[in-house]
Structures are given as structure tokens and as C-alpha cells.
């Protein structure tokens, strides 16, 4: 088993920037997979950005390409989100997640968010106009 726990949400203005991190425990040498996940009010939650855990390739959804950056921290068994210029459509709950046994941690099929093994309970981030 394996424990996700986000911090670092808050409330920021468009342009602002937040990061994010999603301390891991339990079972974290078995996970192939990490990524950042958010699911805006009454939308489907989305894939932000992954990143596989021993290579480090990563992924990035269209909508956040060159503002936001995933990185690892493998000593700390900790993953970052680093979201620079901020708009009101990132505003969502922002989901950690994780998974020991997808070969390719980015989108692979229409239904990919929802193989992701392991969540945490998330972190909201608002951002105002």
C-alpha cells in the first residue's frame, strides 16, 4: 500500500504562481508512476503532468506545457508541481497519484486518469481574476 498526502494549495492571483507537494509512504519503492491530477466543479478530473519515477519522462497536458513543471525528489519520497503563471481555469482540487504497474505514465487512452492505483485526498488551489 502506498500514502499520498498533498500540501501546498492556496489562493493566488492570475499570474501567481504555487507549488505543490505530495509526500509518499508505504510502498513507494514499487511505483513506476507519479503524476498531478485535477478535477475542476463539474468537470471530469484531468492529467496535469506525470512523471515515471525512475527515468524521470514526463508528461504534460496541452493546457499547462510551459508554466507548469513536475519534478521528484527521490530521497524524500517526495513529487513537486511547480505552476507558474496561473489562470482562473486552473482553479480545481489537485490531485497526487500513483501507480506500480503502467508502462507509459502519460495519456495513453481516453480512460488513463482513472489507472492510477493510488490517490491522496487533495489539495484546492483558486485563482482570482
Known amino acids: 500500500q502506498v500514502q499520498l498526502v498533498e500540501s501546498g494549495g492556496g489562493s493566488v492571483q492570475t499570474g501567481g504562481s504555487l507549488r505543490l507537494s505530495c509526500a509518499a509512504s508505504g510502498a513507494t519503492y514499487s511505483l513506476h508512476c507519479m503524476g498531478w491530477f485535477r478535477q475542476a466543479p463539474g468537470k471530469e478530473r484531468e492529467g496535469v503532468a506525470t512523471?515515471?519515477?525512475?527515468?524521470?519522462?514526463?508528461y504534460y497536458a496541452d493546457s499547462v506545457k510551459g508554466r507548469f513543471t513536475i519534478s521528484q525528489d527521490n530521497a524524500k519520497n517526495t513529487l513537486y508541481l511547480q505552476m507558474n503563471s496561473l489562470n482562473t481555469e486552473d482553479t480545481a482540487m489537485y490531485y497526487c497519484?500513483?501507480?506500480?504497474?503502467?508502462?507509459?505514465?502519460?495519456?495513453?487512452?481516453?480512460?488513463?486518469?482513472?489507472?492510477?492505483?493510488?490517490w491522496g485526498q487533495g489539495t484546492q488551489v483558486t485563482v482570482s481574476s
Open positions: 497519484a500513483a501507480d506500480p504497474n503502467l508502462v507509459w505514465c502519460g495519456r495513453s487512452s481516453p480512460n488513463w486518469v482513472t489507472e492510477y492505483n493510488y
Open positions: 512523471i515515471g519515477t525512475g527515468g524521470g519522462s514526463t
